[in-house]
């Protein structure tokens, strides 16, 4: 997806770019990651919105919580070279890394589980079919 130079967009363009439907796009406004202006009943997103809006689908992507992403959005759109934030960004991305490696151990469980049914199951197959059975 290119960089656009607009200043300005459309609900329906922003979810034409980012593949998501305009009810997508207003939930995320009603979680306060977006803040278009209004032009009568009509919505007005800023490059701004179309960041944050990226940003989000980034988040999304990585399996954050729209809590952390708000939080990820607002470090953003603030000077992003301090080191508290810098710090508290590490650490929202270890504790997701924690989250995704623990469920990465129980799915291997999970499957060398299945895995010792399989043997099982084509063990008793096997009988059965030198039984002639």
Known sequence: MAESSKNHYTIT????EFDLTP????FYEEAGLLAPLR?????????????????TQRGKRLGLSLAEIRELVLMYESPRDTA???RRYL????AH????????????????????YEAEARALLQQHVRRGS
């Open 97 to 116: 890394r924690h989250d995704i490696e623990e469920r990465m151990a129980d799915l291997q469980a999970t499957l060398d589980e299945l895995s010792s």
């Open 91 to 94: 650490d929202v991305l270890a």
């Open 39 to 55: 032009e009568g009943r009509k919505r007005v997103y800023s490059q701004g919105d179309r960041t944050r809006l990226k940003l």
């Open 23 to 26: 009810r997508a796009i207003r």
């Open 84 to 86: 508290p934030q810098l």
């Open 13 to 16: 363009e922003l979810a034409r």
